[in-house]
Structure formats: C-alpha cells, structure tokens
C-alpha cells in the first residue's frame, strides 16, 4: 500500500473481507475507528460458513461454543474483553461494553453472560447443525452419542471417556479468528478480535484473542497488532504488544513485524508437531499496512476510504524454523 499517512484505512485477516466494507462506510461518513471496527467484526461474527469466529464456531470438547473478544481503543489505551462465553453471538459489543461501562478490562465465563444479560444483550443459539456434525465425527467417531438423558451426566461421562487423550482431539485444522484493526480520519486507531477458539478446545481454554498485548494491542501513537493462530503461542511471546513495541523503538512496519515473528523461535513446545501456525496484521502510525504468517499460502486484507472493494495482498512468509 502507498506510503503516507492513510485518511481512512481498515486492515484485516483474510475472513474479515466479508465485514471491511462495512467499517470503509462508517470511516468515509467521519465514523470512530472503534465503530468501524466493531461493525466489522460483527459481520465475520454472523458469517456462519466461518467456523472460527461467532455463530457457527467449532464447539469445545463439551460440543458448547465459546467465544472470546476484545476490543482496543489506541488513543484512550482503553481496552475491554471477554472469555468463554456462551449463548451470546456477539461478544466484540460485549468486549466494547465492559470497555465502556466498567472499571475492569476482562469477564470470563458465567460473569461475562450475566453481564451480557444485564445489559440487554440478546442470546441465540452458537451451535449450527454443520458444526454440531464435525464436533460429532471427531469427538464421538463411530461411537455413542449423549443420550437423552441427564445433560450433565451425559456430558460428564463423553468428557470422562475422551480425557487421557484429549489434546489430540484439538482440531487439526481450524484456527479460525479475525482481526479488524481502523485508523480515522483523526488518526485514532482501534483493534478488534474475535474468535471461538481453538476447535475442541478444553473448556474454559482462553487463547490469545481476549488477552490485551497477546492477540491484540492498539496504540494510536506508533500503531496496533492483533494475531490469528495458535493463540497459546501468541500469549507467551507478547505477540500483539512485541509489534507495536519494535515500531515504538523506530522499527518500520515490516521489520517489526519480522521481529515479532522471529521471536516465536524461541518458544520450546512440546506440542510442536501439531499445527504451529501464527499470523499477525498490523498497521503503522501513519495507516500502512502489512502482515506475516508462519504459513506461505496465508493472506491478509485491507482497503481504504479511496478503494471500492477490499484487496487481497499475501502476507510476508516468516516460517517457525530457520530456512
Ligand atoms: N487465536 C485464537 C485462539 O488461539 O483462540
């Protein structure tokens, strides 16, 4: 993308193409960065052929989905999230809620759904049939379903039988999420993820996506980072915040990017020879753009208020080992 300070710009993962045109509109009417990141989301939130993000993720182990958001306003450094919550499809407008409303930064679990509730959030029903099917097939293989019986009891003994083994019934494949950060026409920058975590996740896993400087981080002077992947790996190595730091330190968007990368390097995983993929978005200061992955094929989005469609550009290939 051209050099130069960008009057209107929204940056994302590759499954935010179907939200960017809605936050474009917002930042051409002279919209927030946080609203048009919000609307974003939220659109990739609804999308039910992702099963990474929203209505239609992958369930837990349990077959339950939960979500987790957060929300970074780069001016303010104000930051709200959520984690492992059900019922709710929209846990991006909860995250900004618990920005906007409280003194904490992060509600987990049956205290972020009572907060939902209390601020007259709508729940639905997360768990499509097609996603209730792949939980089915991997979970249960040929074998017995739950009954009809005692839910719990039903849950409890499936949970009981598939625990010695369970982290090799992680999902191989899906490490959905999706990144939305905006930059204003006033030059704020606002980041925003969402995700269902990590497919037959154990429940109450949080990856990084709620975790403010793992899977997101937003700060209006020098830039902001959020992070799809295996969220794990993102928490240990600060992710998110590592990017907007090296900026801070005068780095240019692309080698801080690299930088933040090649940090991952050094992680020891015993875990390693499942699917060690990380991918970051960014953008700098001035409303550049650019991305990384581990993986060659990953590609990001972005689009500005100048551009009809949002553009496809691939990411730069940091892979996991030295080449
Ligand atoms: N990056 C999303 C997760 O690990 O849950």
Known sequence: MARGAQVGVVVGSYNARVGLPAAIEILRAGGSALDAVVAAVKLVEDDLTDHGVGTGGIPNLLGQVELDASIMDGTALAAGAVGAVKHYPHPIEIAR??????????????????????????????????????WRRCIHGDGEAPGEGNAWEDQYNL???VVKDWTKLLHKEIF???????????????????TSGWGFKWPGRLGDSPIIGAGNYADSRFG??????????????????????YLRQGMPLEEALRTAMVDLRALVDPFAERDNVMNIVAMDREGNVAAASTSAAARFVFQTTEMDDPEERPRIHVPLREE
Do not use: Q
């Not at 959905?176 to 969402?194: F, Q, Y």
């Open 97 to 134: 809620k618990v920005m906007e409303v409280t003194p904490h930064v992060m509600l987990v679990g049956e205290g972020a759904e009572l907060f939902a509730r209390y601020h007259g959030f709508e729940p639905a029903n997360l768990l499509t049939e097609e996603a209730e099917r792949e």
């Open 159 to 161: 949970y009981m039988r």
């Open 176 to 194: 959905g999420t999706t990144n939305v950060i905006a930059r204003d026409r006033e030059g704020n920058i606002a980041c925003a993820v969402s």
């Open 224 to 245: 902001a980072a959020a992070c799809t992947g295996r969220g794990e790996m993102a928490i240990r190595a600060a992710s998110a915040h590592s990017v907007v730091m």
